[in-house]
């Protein structure tokens, strides 16, 4: 891959690649601050078109959520925000030279859209995100769905609508199992993907599909290996999802390790089996697997790029890590800075003094991370979490109505540092008078 010259300008190159929520929100803070001024140049890499919140995909994969409302197109953002949009996947790296190395790409049909390429960095930041991890379990990759992106969610939500027609269409009755759903891992996405499915697929089925019974034939499962479910949150809120769960008739298997994924259902380590034709993974994460080869950047097991207290990897202070794969020790704990959307948010602000602190030649600062509690959205059920240090400076269960605002908030947070706040607040309040009738559940 032949090397491009360098710029003839002296602009501070800084190269961001993906363009999840740490990295979108990075490129436009930078782009706002040092890219319009003419300071320093901001480039973005990434190989999707448009950014979705991740947080979402279960809505987008549940249909209580359409996609076109919430997505946002990269190149449209970097002709706001005075930075630079490069359509293409990290393949490599050449830290001598300071290149990043992008492959081809293609559309649909196989035709190429943009070329193999190298771009030339001052600074670089990994921001890829992460992706699945179904720690090679027979079977997941062929008949499992994960949802690592919006294409995948919105896969799901097609194979669960298709499905239901399918049922109402044939001629016998409903398999068992056919119009089961088998959610493997209780995590926040697991867990949220739950609750928001039962209310979406008897909408579905409202909508004329009058031969199936939705409490005889649809059933919905979640699976989690460890003893409980949400296990990286507090055990109150573990208990109280726990019960909201089952009180809509969600069946709940704790202790329940995968041992593989059929295309009739999922086999249990202990011989069980559980019917089921409709099945989604979503029970671990890693970083992609190329960063475990990036010119011998350091990696840790699910191949997270390991940094220092100032997201610098350990092995260039040129490359930075911020996100899901990013693996930075966290002060007082034995284990890193969990993959969150919170951390992401914090790590791209941290960034944005980073790359001033560079440009002026002074000390890099640490990062701290701060855990601002926990929130989980059954949709329209309910909403349960914790909040730590706010208002009363400790940890304050909540849930409800209080908790849901507060859910729906963080969203918020996350178009404001792309937009404004006084977008964001008016395009809220003009789409609240202009909603039209519409389903209140995808159909297609």
């Known amino acids: 891959m032949a090397a491009p010259p360098r710029a003839t300008d002296t602009l501070h190159h800084i190269v961001v690649a993906g363009g999840g929520a740490g990295g979108l929100e990075l490129v436009t803070k930078l782009g706002d601050t040092l890219g319009k001024r003419g300071k320093a140049r901001i480039t973005l890499v990434e190989k999707s078109r448009t950014h979705l919140w991740k947080p979402l995909l279960h809505s987008v994969a549940a249909g209580s959520l359409r996609r076109s409302q919430h997505e946002l197109n990269y190149l449209a953002q970097a002709h706001w925000h005075h930075f630079t949009y490069k359509y293409g996947e990290v393949v490599g790296l050449d830290r001598s030279a300071k290149l990043l190395h992008l492959g081809e790409m293609h559309d649909e049909d196989g035709r190429p859209i943009t070329p193999a390429r190298s771009l030339p960095y001052d600074t670089l930041v990994m921001a890829i995100g992460s992706i699945t991890n179904d720690f090679g379990t027979p079977g997941a990759a062929q008949f499992a769905v994960p949802l690592e992106n919006p294409e995948q969610a919105s896969r799901f939500n097609r194979r669960i609508v298709n499905a239901c027609l399918r049922a109402n269409a044939q001629s016998g009755p409903v398999r068992p199992g056919q119009l089961h759903v088998a959610i493997i891992g209780a995590g926040a996405t697991g867990t949220e993907l739950s609750a928001e499915l039962h209310r979406t697929v008897r909408a579905v089925l409202a909508y004329g599909l009058d031969r199936i019974d939705p409490l005889r034939d649809v059933h919905i499962v979640l699976i989690e290996a460890a003893p409980r479910i949400l296990p990286a949150l507090p055990e109150r809120i573990s208990n109280a999802t726990l019960d909201l769960l089952r009180?809509?008739?969600?069946?709940?298997?704790?202790?329940?390790?995968?041992?593989?994924?059929?295309?009739?259902?999922?086999?249990?380590?202990?011989?069980?089996?559980?019917?089921?034709?409709?099945?989604?993974?979503?029970?671990?994460?890693?970083?992609?697997?190329?960063?475990?080869?990036?010119?011998?950047?350091?990696?840790?097991?699910?191949?997270?790029?390991?940094?220092?207290?100032?997201?610098?990897?350990?092995?260039?202070?040129?490359?930075?890590?911020?996100?899901?794969?990013?693996?930075?020790?966290?002060?007082?704990?034995?284990?890193?800075?969990?993959?969150?959307?919170?951390?992401?948010?914090?790590?791209?602000?941290?960034?944005?003094?980073?790359?001033?602190?560079?440009?002026?030649?002074?000390?890099?600062?640490?990062?701290?991370?701060?855990?601002?509690?926990?929130?989980?959205?059954?949709?329209?059920?309910?909403?349960v979490g914790s909040l730590m240090g706010f208002l009363v400076g400790r940890s304050m269960f909540i849930e409800g109505l209080f908790a849901r605002v507060m859910y729906r908030s963080l969203y918020k947070m996350h178009e404001a540092a792309l937009h404004g706040g006084p977008s964001v607040l008016w395009r809220t309040v003009v789409s609240t008078m202009t909603q039209r009738p519409t389903p209140s559940v995808k159909l297609h």
């Open 247 to 383: 009180g809509i008739g969600v069946e709940v298997r704790t202790n329940a390790r995968v041992a593989e994924v059929r295309a009739d259902g999922v086999v249990l380590a202990d011989g069980d089996f559980i019917p089921s034709e409709l099945v989604v993974w979503s029970a671990g994460v890693k970083a992609p697997d190329f960063l475990k080869e990036l010119d011998g950047l350091e990696t840790n097991r699910i191949n997270q790029l390991v940094v220092r207290d100032t997201l610098q990897t350990t092995r260039d202070p040129d490359i930075f890590a911020i996100g899901d794969c990013a693996s930075c020790p966290r002060e007082g704990f034995p284990t890193p800075v969990p993959p969150r959307a919170q951390a992401a948010h914090q790590m791209a602000s941290h960034m944005v003094r980073q790359i001033g602190a560079i440009l002026a030649g002074r000390t890099l600062e640490p990062y701290r991370y701060k855990d601002f509690g926990s929130l989980v959205s059954l949709g329209r059920y309910s909403t």
